[in-house]
């Protein structure tokens, strides 16, 4: 049995029980380690704090692991129960759905345990979960890769007045391109993008595009360590945000649409209502 058991979004205590149950009766444990991670990271630290509250030894899975060498895993699932671990909600990144169909074309059983994501996390805010449109990624712009298919989702979104979730770019264990040429994997330091580079990247898309979907004064709302005990959420226009230190990562960043009087009544007590609004929201939200 393959048991992929979603983490939750903060520590390791947001495993659900039926989650820590499962981990307890499996064999082998990988967690996935390129989509998200929590609040005190994967170091050999954040692992320990795992294992001693699971009680079991976990491997770390990077993107390599999962996405080309998935038949091991899956090969100890077909004769005993391993679990595989995911920050935040299984389904919260297609490769989970792929390791999914995977072990289904191998007779693998399959059993999934839901926990919190960022998908649904985000509504603390007060935006309304079924006011959202298509969700996007901001990926780190390169001096020669400056993607910007996110555009058009956005102004779709914001034609319908509708709210837009942009999840922002993770890089951990890429491959430099210099080593890729070279033949020899070299790989770079973690990069986590911030709320401020993503700013940035919209507003340098929007100025070279020209059309309007949105400008330094269009509302959003900044998350930053969602599901955290030191949360922070910020809301204010995009040239506000871009003054606001959030901190350490994960980040992400919602564009708003058309706002109802409930929403916009939740969401003023995160607006940035001074110079201390900072230190504020890192004590409130």
Not at 24 to 50: D, N
Not at 89 to 112: C, E
Not at 254 to 267: F, Q, R, S
Request: glycine content about 8%.
């Amino acid at each position: 049995m393959l048991y992929i058991i979603g983490l939750g979004l903060g520590d390791e205590r947001d495993i659900t029980l039926r989650g820590l149950e499962a981990v307890k009766k499996c064999s082998k444990v990988f967690i996935e380690a390129y989509t998200s991670l929590l609040s005190f990271g994967l170091t050999s630290h954040g692992l320990c704090t795992l294992e001693n509250l699971y009680g079991k030894s976990i491997t770390l899975a990077d993107r390599e692991m999962v996405e080309e060498k998935a038949d091991d895993i899956l090969s100890d699932a077909r004769h005993s129960d391993v679990g595989f671990l995911v920050v935040g909600d299984p389904f919260g990144a297609t490769t989970h759905s792929d390791l999914v169909v995977r072990a289904k074309k191998l007779g693998v059983d399959v059993k999934v345990i839901h926990n919190a994501s960022v998908m649904n996390a985000i509504g603390i805010c007060g935006l309304q979960l079924y006011r959202y449109g298509e969700t996007v990624s901001i990926p780190f712009f390169t001096e020669t890769w400056r993607p910007d298919s996110f555009y058009e989702k956005i102004q779709r979104n914001r034609m319908l007045g509708l709210h837009t979730l942009c999840l922002l770019d993770i890089r951990v264990k890429e491959p430099s391109l210099e080593s890729l040429c070279r033949g020899k994997k070299q790989y770079e330091p973690p990069r986590y993008m911030t709320i401020n580079t993503a700013i940035e990247q919209l507003l340098e898309v929007e100025q070279m595009r020209g059309e309007s979907a949105f400008c330094e004064d269009t509302d959003c709302v900044g998350f930053a360590r969602l599901g955290s005990e030191d949360q922070m959420i910020v809301a204010g226009s995009m040239r506000q945000l871009l003054e606001v230190d959030f901190g350490a990562p994960l980040h992400c960043l919602v564009i708003a649409g058309k706002t109802h009087p409930v929403e916009e009544e939740m969401l003023d007590f995160y607006k940035l209502k001074g110079e201390s609004a900072e230190s504020e929201h890192k004590q409130t939200a």
